[in-house]
T-cell receptor, first 110, second 115 residues
Framework: ELKVEQNPLFLSMQEGKNYTIYCNYSTTSDRLYWYRQDPGKSLESLFVLLSNGAVKQEGRLMASLDTKARLSTLHITAAVHDLSATYFCAVDITGNQFYFGTGTSLTVIP | KAGVTQTPRYLIKTRGQQVTLSCSPISGHRSVSWYQQTPGQGLQFLFEYFSETQRNKGNFPGRFSGRQFSNSRSEMNVSTLELGDSALYLC??????????????FGPGTRLTVT
C-alpha cells in the first residue's frame, strides 16, 4: 500500500522566517499535488507537479518534485500570518485516486 | 464557473441509520471522487466514478457505496451508520483527461455526525 509521509506534522514559525515541509512517498509516481486547508474549510489546490525536477512558485510558496528520491518539498519564504493553515501533499498513481499525506499544520506567529 | 457543490453541508444521524450525500461536479468534469477526512485517519480515498462507472475503490467496507448519474452528479451512501463514520466527507471533481494532469477540485464537504 502506498504510504505518503509528511514532516513535520506541526510547525510553528515566526513571521519572516523560512522553512520547508517534506513529503515522502513509497512508490513510483510523477504526479504530486499540494493543497491547503483552512480550519473548517475544504481543500484548495496550490501546486500541480507532473514531472521529475518540476518546480512551481506562487508568492511565498515554492514546491518541487524529485521522483527518483520520491520526495516533494514545499518551501515557505518569509512567512506571514496569512499562510497559517494545514498543508497536504497528495500522490496520484492510478489516475484520480489520490493518496494524501498526514498534513502539516502551520502556525505563523507575529 | 461554479465550483463543486455538496449537499447537505451538515448532517446528524443516529447509529444504525443510513445516509445519502450528494455532489455536483464542476461543469464539464466527468470524474468524481469521494474522500473521508477524520482527525485520526486523515484524508482517505473512498471511490472514484467516471462516466457512471466506479473506476477506483479505497479500502472501506461495503456499507459505503456510491453512484454517478449521466449528468456526472454523484451520490454516496453509508448504511448502518457507526460512530466511527463521523467525519467530513469531501467530494472532488476533475476533467479526467487520461494519464496526464488530473487536478482535483474539492467541494466544501459534508460534515456527518453519528450519535
Amino acid at each position: 500500500e502506498l504510504k505518503v509521509e509528511q514532516n513535520p506534522l506541526f510547525l510553528s514559525m515566526q513571521e519572516g522566517k523560512n522553512y520547508t515541509i517534506y513529503c515522502n512517498y513509497s512508490t513510483t509516481s510523477d504526479r504530486l499535488y499540494w493543497y491547503r486547508q483552512d480550519p473548517g474549510k475544504s481543500l484548495e489546490s496550490l501546486f500541480v507537479l507532473l514531472s521529475n525536477g518540476a518546480v512551481k512558485q506562487e508568492g511565498r510558496l515554492m514546491a518541487s518534485l524529485d521522483t527518483k528520491a520520491r520526495l516533494s518539498t514545499l518551501h515557505i519564504t518569509a512567512a506571514v500570518h496569512d499562510l497559517s493553515a494545514t498543508y497536504f501533499c497528495a500522490v496520484d498513481i492510478t489516475g484520480n485516486q489520490f493518496y494524501f499525506g498526514t498534513g502539516t499544520s502551520l502556525t505563523v506567529i507575529p | 464557473k461554479a465550483g463543486v457543490t455538496q449537499t447537505p453541508r451538515y448532517l446528524i444521524k443516529t447509529r444504525g441509520q443510513q445516509v445519502t450525500l450528494s455532489c455536483s461536479p464542476i461543469s464539464g468534469h466527468r470524474s468524481v471522487s469521494w474522500y473521508q477526512q477524520t482527525p485520526g485517519q486523515g484524508l482517505q480515498f473512498l471511490f472514484e466514478y467516471f462516466s457512471e462507472t466506479q473506476r477506483n475503490k479505497g479500502n472501506f467496507p461495503g456499507r459505503f457505496s456510491g453512484r454517478q448519474f449521466s449528468n456526472s452528479r454523484s451520490e454516496m451512501n453509508v448504511s448502518t451508520l457507526e460512530l466511527g463514520d463521523s467525519a467530513l466527507y469531501l467530494c472532488a471533481s476533475s476533467l479526467a483527461i487520461g494519464e496526464g494532469r488530473n487536478e482535483q477540485y474539492f467541494g466544501p464537504g459534508t460534515r456527518l455526525t453519528v450519535t
